[in-house]
T-cell receptor
Framework: DSGVTQTPKHLITATGQRVTLRCSPR?????VYWYQQSLDQGLQFLIQ???????AKGNILERFSAQQFPDLHSELNLSSLELGDSALYFC??????????????FGPGTRLTVL | DAKTTQPPSMDCAEGRAANLPCNHS???????VYWYRQIHSQGPQYIIH???NNETNEMASLIITEDRKSSTLILPHATLRDTAVYYC???????????FGKGITLSVRP
């Protein structure tokens, strides 16, 4: 158990819908990272937040957005869902932000299925 | 971040040491070598990381060559539960993200 929690575990929805994935970092960690794992693309970095502010952006679609709240939990919002958005979404947390090689600890993931 | 090359798969017998190689010939001086593993579709699990010295923890040992162009992750006594995809990642301090490749699938046989 990494100490990172993600909800829900599974999510099934239809194309065009909007969903919110939630992540609670380990106690004391200020950074939250979001990754997407699909069958054809592998594990890809989406976005990082550090203490409430966006720090780094990866291959995140414009239909996707994220935020980190004052209590440090984070939410990833996916809208106008397409079949290709079906994937595992992982959140990871770490102590520090940009400029550090702090270790990232991953949560168990949310499996999103878009029908 | 430097690119890494790993064989696609390997196997080893339960109870024996598993030596997982990784090539990172373009690694820069400020880049660390990280190893993660992913068991089935679970979240990636951190194993170990190092800069230039060999490292050991309760899970594994990391051996980095003197020129830092390659490394080996050693699981000293592999068990069936070590069957997983192992990712070798090179990461600079200034770059927060982890860039995952295809990894190496380790199969531990009874």
């Amino acid at each position: 158990d990494s100490g990172v929690t993600q909800t829900p575990k599974h999510l099934i929805t239809a194309t065009g819908q909007r969903v919110t994935l939630r992540c609670s970092p380990r106690s004391g960690d200020l950074s939250v990272y979001w990754y997407q794992q699909s069958l054809d693309q592998g594990l890809q970095f989406l976005i990082q937040y550090y203490n409430g502010e966006e720090r780094a952006k990866g291959n995140i679609l414009e239909r996707f957005s994220a935020q980190q709240f004052p209590d440090l939990h984070s939410e990833l919002n996916l809208s106008s869902l397409e079949l290709g958005d079906s994937a595992l979404y992982f959140c990871a947390s770490g102590r520090a932000g940009l400029g550090s090689t702090d270790t990232q600890y991953f949560g168990p993931g949310t499996r999103l299925t878009v029908l | 971040d430097a690119k890494t090359t790993q064989p696609p798969s390997m196997d080893c017998a339960e109870g024996r040491a598993a030596n997982l190689p990784c090539n990172h010939s373009t690694i820069s001086g400020n880049e660390y070598v990280y190893w993660y593993r992913q068991i089935h579709s679970q979240g990636p699990q951190y194993i170990i990381h190092g800069l230039k010295n060999n490292e050991t923890n309760e899970m594994a040992s990391l051996i980095i060559t003197e020129d830092r162009k390659s490394s080996t992750l050693i699981l000293p006594h592999a068990t069936l539960r070590d069957t997983a995809v192992y990712y070798c990642i090179v990461r600079a301090g200034a770059n927060s993200k982890l860039t995952f490749g295809k990894g190496i699938t380790l199969s531990v046989r009874p």
